[in-house]
């Protein structure tokens, strides 16, 4: 989570984790600075699915995506 604070021109940023903690039955949140934050454990990500009314607007979609990856390799 980002906070912005903005005075006189200058723009601060704070940066904290809000993270949920369980103990038993009871769930209570804790807010921590960023900095103070170890990951230990690498959430896996479940596969995005789409759905679509138009295969074809799918296909077109995954066209661009590919598009897009080959310039960014190129770019690089």
């Known amino acids: 989570m980002m906070e912005k604070e903005k005075s006189a021109g200058v723009e601060t940023l704070k940066e904290t984790v809000k ?3 369980k103990d038993g039955d009871d769930t209570f ?4 600075n ?3 934050v170890k990951i230990i454990k690498d959430v ?3 596969e995005e699915t789409l759905d679509v009314e138009n295969p074809e607007d799918l296909k077109e979609l995954e066209e661009l995506e590919k598009l897009q990856e080959l310039d960014e390799k190129n770019n690089n």
């Open 19 to 21: 993270v949920k903690l």
């Open 44 to 46: 896996e990500k479940e």
């Open 34 to 36: 960023a900095k103070d």
């Open 29 to 32: 949140f804790k807010k921590y």
